[in-house]
């Protein structure tokens, strides 16, 4: 039984091995918009959320094993974000955070025959921490340091350098802080779309 083991373990070890020969490593750089809200909850009063549009510009490097297209990325960016509170006797509270956000994604390319070269969907998911740069506005509504995300996307790779994605994150964090209604169990996530390019060198 245990000559099976070692067997199974040298295999897995050489599949590794080519694998990691045969992978590339790219970086490059990646803008985009994205359009945040705020999801709000057991709070004592109605607020209106007002969706606001950001920007983000960065860092990211690619991780691929070709023979399998799975890949991972990695990215460090500035990240904008911006939202509107609107309270039941029409005061309005303005967001405008910045933030040093870091998406992990584990990402899988869809390899097509004769166009691979020039065109390649892939699908996208995983996990992403968002920490403040600023300090809070406004006391009453004051959000935590650092807001997690989940993200599942969708994009695209043309002439293998140059990748358009768009991706969903769904807030996992309760990042209200010490808001008015904290005592009431307030919760507030963070949920937003995300539009980006990306160059790969």
Not at 20 to 29: E, K, N, S, V, Y
């Amino acid at each position: 039984m245990k000559s099976y083991k070692k067997v199974l373990i040298v295999f897995l070890l050489a599949v590794f091995g080519m694998g990691a020969a045969q992978a590339q490593f790219r970086f490059g750089i990646k803008a985009g918009l994205n359009l945040n809200s705020l999801h709000l909850s057991n709070m004592s009063q109605n607020f209106n959320d007002d969706n606001k549009c950001g920007s983000t510009l960065g860092v990211m490097t690619e991780f691929q094993v070709p023979l399998i297209g799975l890949c991972f990325d990695l990215s460090a960016m500035y990240t904008h974000m911006g939202s509107k509170l609107e309270g039941p006797d029409g005061e309005k509270v303005s967001y405008n955070k910045n933030f040093l956000e870091i998406p992990l994604n584990l990402k899988y390319k869809f390899g097509l025959p004769v166009i691979g070269s020039v065109f390649t969907p892939y699908l996208f998911t995983g996990p992403s921490f968002a920490f403040k740069l600023d300090k809070n506005s406004v006391d009453a509504f004051k959000t935590k340091t650092c807001q997690v995300a989940w993200n599942i996307g969708l994009g695209f790779e043309l002439i293998r350098h140059l990748q358009i994605s768009g991706a969903y994150g769904f807030g996992v964090n309760n990042i209200a802080d010490h808001w008015v209604d904290a005592q009431k169990d307030v919760k507030v996530k963070n949920n937003y779309w995300t539009v980006t390019a990306a160059w790969l060198f």
